[in-house]
């Protein structure tokens, strides 16, 4: 097991299955020499009952809740990476994530739902490969009103790359 | 004529003139080495009258009007592609797309809206090159109220690049 | 004194501080290779009072001083580079940046608020360096019910860079 896996262990954090898509029209992630672009990961497709996936944060979920989900599609995201890259070790640095957050109006606090997110990769990547470019934003919707959907950017060691992207 | 501009053709489309934005402080597309980044196509500078431009999908327009607006975007971005790099054969993969929804409140099918665009890429770049990475999300609105919005990011092959970006 | 930070006292224009973030889990910018992506800059961070942090725009806040709190924001983004790379000369280009309005619903004018940004940029960099991709999007919400957030990706000459990023 990777270094990377073993600090997931160590957190008691398990990598669920990486994102499936319900079409082949597209993919969860895609590469361009380094880069690793990953699809929106929505709530909706999380597994397990864990986490609160649908609903507006703010009215049918707290920022409580909302923080939970985020952190769970962090999780996600990095399994959709190993899908990618064949190993999670291979992740220099994550780049950037967009944190599209399905609030109510009025809501001020996108930033501390998507925290779930940053502060999952800030544990398990360490502060200089896990601390990322980020925004977050208030959307009117998301599919299947899925309360929190996020895209992100890795950096991948060219060195230790499997062409699997 | 190429081999993408073939395959159009025998899908019965057609290229429109590319993205023409209404100021010269922005550009409809920016290319750092092997990347080129789509400015946001918006159905609002889309040609002809064949497809819907604007209104809220799920109020004034149906999804499935969004979707033909959607795939309309996409060709457009295809146009925009060949005016900045000079011949679709160039374009080596398309990475990601970010479809920005200008839904009605509660509409949940935004992803459905998307495949109209996801489809069209998928149909002329095939598996490997047109399956993409992609985002989409419904937002509270858009510039004179179009329908859909989509940005894009396209890898070149650089070995076949004029420098027109 | 640079040739850019020369060009902007020409223009009467002072850098901020770069953006201060909140918390540690991530950071304003992070760069990979020549590309550095800058995190969502929120006018709620401005400095000053000059211009309007929060309230909707069309609503709270008129188009004008929307275009002039992104104008600010712009400038700011500059800081956040600068930190980064150390010199603004360092900027080979503007790629693209992301317009985050946060509108009362029915305002169809978000391209008009994000020139603000744009037309900064390209008085700062010229017509080469300073045009770039960009969307602009009508947002639900924002953090502190912030009236716009950029975020934005800039192309770094490679040859000049520092590792600061």
Redesign the interface.
Do not use: Q, W
């Given at each position: 097991m990777g270094r990377v896996e073993t600090r997931l262990t160590a957190l008691g954090l398990k990598l669920p299955p990486p994102l499936q898509l319900?079409?082949?029209?597209?993919?969860?992630?895609?590469r361009?020499?380094?880069?690793l672009?990953?699809?929106?990961h929505g709530a909706d497709l999380l597994d397990g009952e864990e986490v609160k996936k649908r609903g507006k944060i703010g009215g049918d979920l707290t920022e409580q809740e909302g923080y939970a989900t985020a952190r769970a599609l962090a999780l996600k995201m990095l399994a959709t990476v190993k899908h990618h890259v064949g190993e999670l070790d291979r992740v220099k640095?994550?780049?950037?994530i967009?944190g599209?957050?399905?609030?109510v109006?009025?809501?001020?606090?996108?930033?501390r739902v998507l925290?779930g997110a940053?502060?999952l990769?800030?544990e398990v990547f360490g502060?200089d490969a896990?601390?990322?470019?980020?925004?977050?934003?208030?959307?009117?919707?998301?599919?299947?009103?899925q309360c929190v959907?996020i895209?992100g950017?890795f950096?991948i060691d060219d060195a230790l790359c499997q062409d699997n992207g």
């Open positions: 319900p079409s082949n029209n597209r993919t969860s992630g895609a361009v020499g380094n880069v672009y990953l699809s929106g640095r994550v780049v950037k967009l599209m957050i399905n609030a109006p009025g809501f001020e606090h996108h930033n925290n940053s502060d990769l800030f502060p896990g601390c990322h470019a980020r925004s977050s934003v208030g959307v009117s919707g998301l599919v299947a009103n959907e895209e950017i950096e």
